[in-house]
C-alpha cells in the first residue's frame, strides 16, 4: 500500500504518525516500509509489538548515510511479522523542508526488484546530463562564446539540485558529509537559476536586442549568485523558499525574453522557447507540489 502525508508549509513542531500493520498470511513476512521523500531532516521510527518496544530506528539526511538501516537513497525500515501478527509503528518526524512524508510498504523481494529498474533510469538520467555538461565545456574551450559555460554551469545545478532531492548525491557523492545535505539544494538551485539567466543573456544577445530584458536577467544572475554564497549561512527553510520564488520568476522572465525576441524574428529564439517552455512546465509543477498545492505523484515528481 502507498500512504502520503503532504504539508504546505515546513514543520514547525514535530509530526508523530502512528501505523498499524498486519500480517494476514499464515507465513512470516520479510517486509520494508519506504519513506519515499529522502530530504527529512529526522525521522525517528519505533516498532512497538503491543506495549513493548521491539526496535528503533534513527534516521534522516542529518545523520551520516552508514548509520541507516538499509543502504539506500530513501530511508528504509525493516519489518520482520509472524503468522497473523500484528505490529505498531509510530514515526516522528522534524524538519525544515516542506513535510511529504509519501510511505510504501514492500514486500522485501520486490522492493529490490524495482530498484534495479529505478537505479537504471536515474543512471541514464545523470549521465545524459553529466555529459551534455562536459561536452558543452569543451565546446567553450574551443570557441569561447559565453553561452557554453553558462549552460554547463546551469546543467551541472539541475544535477545537483534533482541529486539532492531524490537522495542518489547523498548516497554515492557525499555519504560522509551529512552537513553538505542543508545547503547543497538551494544552492545547486541558485547555480542552476542563476546560470539558466545568463545563458539566456548570451543566446539570445540580449543585451544588444533587448537593454531592458538583458539587465532584469543580469539581476537574477546576481542575485543566485548571492544565494549560493549566503546558503550555508542563512536557515533552509529561508534559502529554499527564496530559491523556489526567485527562481519562478527568472525563469518566467527568461521565457518572456524568448518571445520577444521570437517576435523580433531571431532565429535562435525558436528553438529557445521551444525547450524552455518545457522547463518552465516542470519547473512550476515541482514547485507546486512542494508547496503542496498539486498532488505528489510520480509525473509531479519527476517532470523537471
Known sequence: RDWSVTGVQTCALP???????HNPL?????LL???DYPILDD???YLLRGSDLQARFSLGDTL???QRPLRHHNFVIPLNLDAGETRTLLLRVATETSVQIPLILWPREMFFEQQSTYLLGQGLYFGVILVMAIYNLFIFITVRHSSYIYYALSVVGIAGFLGSMHGLGFQYVWPDWPALNGWITPASLALFVGGAAAFTNSLLQLRKNSPRFYFILLAFALVNTALMALCGIIPYRVAIQAGVVIGVLASLTALLAGIWMLHKGVRTARYYVMAYSFLWFGGILLSLNKFGMVPRNFFTEYAL
Request: net charge negative.
Open 15 to 21: 509530526i508523530w504518525l502512528s501505523l498499524d500493520i
Open 43 to 45: 525521522v525517528q521510527a
Open 64 to 66: 551520516p548515510f552508514a
Open 26 to 30: 499464515p507465513s512470516p513476512a520479510d
Open 33 to 35: 516500509l519506504e519513506i
